[in-house]
């Protein structure tokens, strides 16, 4: 059990000093004199476990503290207190070591060289990360088969679209076959085609090799699509630790039932639902789902008055999000 | 136990060449890439070091000597200085942009990956164009060497090698210095205009031409004297003030060592102030 635990984060904490600067000329001058010196708890006494093999996001407003939470864990930063373990190991103390371990991709930024083709970022790794040709060609050639890297790995980074820009940092980050993987908003800005390519590539890579996780993301149809569990991070504070399924039920545990009726005289209510908004000949029930099932609800009211449509609406994930954020 | 360690330290050790033969080749792959700023390197840097180097010889045809240094004596000092310029400008370079580093967050590229982050800081980017600079450089000690009799020995040879490797090393240690104030300054302010202009002043000419508290100060403070000054002094048999002779040539080494270990110190103490840059 004890080493199942792949990533360990105990009362981790990332302070900034920032310079208070005053409006205006005279601001600044007095600035030089009399320096008003801020701390910003950026992360705060943050705790984390995530196990061998999981998928986690972590979200938040901006400025809430998930890229110094990320940066952190990946030895970018070091921590003003706390401890980021990675299998076992304090990334602060044995940085190189560590890192061996673990792929990174910052989508806002490359690790690729912008003058060269592809490949020589590759060829780089390979020696960097002491992978041998082989192993080498046999990890390009399966992800090659989800991403067709292959394609365009004789083309200068420079002249590449951000999608396959960021393809070919994702394909760096795994060369070496790490055991965890961060993902700092991997698919901003992508198009639907390639964001749908690199989910299925995360996917793949977490059920073949058992790929640790962490992405951040602003992008609710990453965590719909990759992610069990949620970390919500808000003011430098871990505020949601749960399952998606959880949180769903405990924030929004409520359906809206939406019932298009022949005309708009005499709108049926219903004890177990309350009736949200009528406008016209459609009106909108918010049910309970421990109250009433949705069924149920459209035969009772179907017997009040004839229906012409039904359609039942969950909240969803940017709703939850929201809800959570406001917390 | 012991022999498992050297082992390792080998294996490292051949790691890190292996590396490095691939950042040059990669380098080599660059300026194919962009050929046209290799003719204007090619043709504005030795241009540069002739001029200066002219400069010289009419000051010396006016007044016949500088210092008790003749014209062949100058022309060994400079060509060699060129040549210790040349060599930190391939390997060292980078220290001059280290402002440009630490505020876009580059080093998070390095700290990610499984080598030391003030090897990949010099040598990702190594700077093989400094190549052109070495040109006027030998050409100038050429020139020297013949002008001042200079008569060669193998010591003598083995002595230019260390006092060259160990100017290097002060000189790409004082880019470094300068370089780490960007962790605490987080300005992309760029020193290396003024480390040129500090370094041609001080090492293209005879120390002793200035005032003696600024020799003092250019010997044990900011240990610049040590760059050409005392080394060449001790090769060409001039009385520097200092009565080292040839000796000179490894104490350079040695204060090359301490001032690229010491600035190793402080960029590491600087590296745990580097905050990244936020998005």
Not at chain 1, 213 to 242: A, Y
Request: aromatic share 10%; net charge negative.
């Amino acid at each position: 059990m004890e080493n199942n635990k792949m990533i360990e984060v105990t009362d981790l904490s990332k302070d900034y000093h920032v310079v208070k600067k005053e409006a205006g000329l005279s601001g600044a001058i007095k600035g030089l004199f009399k320096s008003g010196k801020q701390t910003i708890k950026a992360v705060s006494h943050v705790d984390l476990s995530v196990d061998k093999g999981e998928i986690i996001a972590v979200i938040g407003p901006n400025g809430a503290g998930k890229s110094s939470l990320i940066k952190m864990m990946t030895g970018v930063l070091t921590p003003t207190g706390g401890q980021v373990l990675i299998n076992g190991k304090d990334i602060t103390k044995n940085r190189k070591e560590v890192v061996k371990n673990i792929g990174v991709v910052f989508g806002q930024r490359t690790q690729l060289n912008w003058d060269l083709r592809l490949g020589e970022s590759f060829e780089l790794l390979r020696h960097i990360y002491e992978i041998d040709r082989d192993e080498y060609e046999k990890n390009l050639e399966v992800m090659d088969e989800i991403l067709g890297i292959k394609e365009i790995i004789n083309k200068p980074v420079r002249q590449m679209s951000l999608g396959q820009r960021v393809k070919g940092d994702l394909v760096a980050a795994m060369l070496h076959s790490p055991e965890v993987l961060f993902l700092d908003e991997p698919t901003i800005g992508l198009d639907v085609n390639t964001k749908f390519a690199l989910r299925k590539f995360i996917k793949e890579i977490n059920r073949v090799n058992k790929t640790t996780i962490v992405l951040t993301t602003h992008d609710l149809g990453d965590i719909e699509e990759l992610c069990e569990r949620l970390i919500i991070i808000n003011h430098g504070k871990i505020i949601e630790d749960c399952n998606l399924l959880d949180i769903t039920d405990r924030i929004a545990p409520y359906k809206t039932l939406v019932v298009e009726y022949y005309d708009d005289e005499n709108i049926p209510t219903h004890e177990n639902s309350t009736l949200d908004k009528v406008e016209g000949n459609v009106a909108r029930y918010r049910f309970m789902k421990n109250d009433i099932t949705a069924a149920a609800l459209i035969a009772e009211l179907s017997n009040k008055k004839k229906m012409k449509d039904v359609a039942i609406e969950e909240v969803g994930i940017d709703e939850i999000i929201r809800i959570a954020y406001g917390q | 136990m012991k022999n498992a360690k050297i082992k390792c330290l080998l294996h490292t050790l051949a790691h890190y060449i292996d590396v490095t033969i691939c950042h040059i080749r990669m380098a080599f792959l660059m300026i194919v890439e962009y050929p046209s700023n290799i003719a204007g390197w090619m043709i504005s840097n030795p241009i540069q070091f002739i001029l200066g180097f002219a400069t010289i010889k009419f000051v010396v045809e006016q007044f016949g000597q500088i210092n008790g240094w003749t014209y062949g004596q100058l022309a060994f000092l400079y060509g060699l200085s060129v040549i210790s310029h040349a060599l930190s400008m391939i390997f060292f370079v980078q220290g001059w942009f280290m402002g440009f580093y630490v505020v876009e967050g580059e080093f998070d590229r390095y700290l990610t990956r499984p080598l030391g982050v003030m090897y990949q800081f010099f040598f990702t980017n190594i700077n093989i164009f400094g190549v052109t600079d070495l040109i006027p450089g030998i050409l100038v000690f050429l020139y020297g060497c013949v002008e001042s009799n200079f008569t060669w020995s193998i010591a003598k040879v083995i002595c230019i090698l260390l006092m060259l490797i160990g100017a290097t090393f002060i000189r790409g240690g004082l880019y470094l210095c300068l370089g780490t104030t960007s962790f605490f300054t987080k300005s992309t302010m760029d020193f290396g205009q003024y480390t040129q202009e500090i370094m041609d002043k001080t090492t293209l000419y005879p120390l002793s031409m200035y005032p003696e508290s600024m020799q003092f100060l250019l010997t044990y403070l900011i240990p610049i004297g040590w760059v050409s000054f005392y080394p060449i002094s001790g090769l060409l048999g001039i009385d520097s003030g200092q009565t080292y002779g040839l000796l000179a040539s490894v104490i350079t080494l040695l204060v090359g060592l301490i001032v690229l270990a010491v600035a190793g110190l402080w960029f590491n103490y600087g590296l745990n102030k580097y905050e990244s840059a936020g998005n």
